[in-house]
């Protein structure tokens, strides 16, 4: 049996949606650390949630959220370069060969600190301006959208290791992420 089952709501107010999200993503961040848990079946899960997550948001509530002037085209932008960010550290992640290395330990921890970082940012730079300057009606459906989104990226299996790899890749040449590591 696996041990993790993504949530797929279908609809709700995008703020408390989102927000769920990243609750799920710090649980599963937990038990990354967890010797005794299913870390595989865990790191897949996270993969899926997270690529699923990030990109139904750039697609579908960022851009209305700029549209309508609720968020600036900086701040769209640096929500695109932090997901990147953790992109990079998550396939890093998906590389390791096995879960009962050092490299596994720090390469979960360099996505934790990436992540925690973006969703605190996130929740307080986007998830705000949504709360305060859109009404509920328009919360609810992007909340639709972006759980309608996210739900066939989901289908798409996502989180792969090969797409997440083109993903970052993509991130690379539209120059969301700093030009190839010259210090690794
Ligand atoms: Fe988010
Ligand atoms: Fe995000």
Partial sequence: MTAYEIPRPTHGDVVE????????????LRDLR?????REAARAALSAALIAHG????????TQLKRKRAISEDEKEHGEEEHAEGNEKL???????????QKFDDAVEELATA???????????????AREEVSQEVRDELGAVWATRRNELLDEDCGSEENVRRIVEKAHE???????????
């Fill in 34 to 38: 967890d010797a005794t848990a299913d």
């Fill in 174 to 184: 539209e120059g969301l992420l700093p030009a190839e590591d010259e210090d690794e």
């Fill in 115 to 129: 992540l925690n970082h973006h969703i605190g940012e996130e929740e307080q730079t986007i998830l705000n301006p």
């Fill in 17 to 28: 949606l989102i927000l769920d999200d990243h609750r799920l993503f710090e649980a599963l």
């Fill in 91 to 101: 396939l890093a992640l998906l590389e390791c060969r096995g879960t009962d290395t």
């Fill in 55 to 62: 990109e139904a948001e750039e697609e579908k509530v960022y």
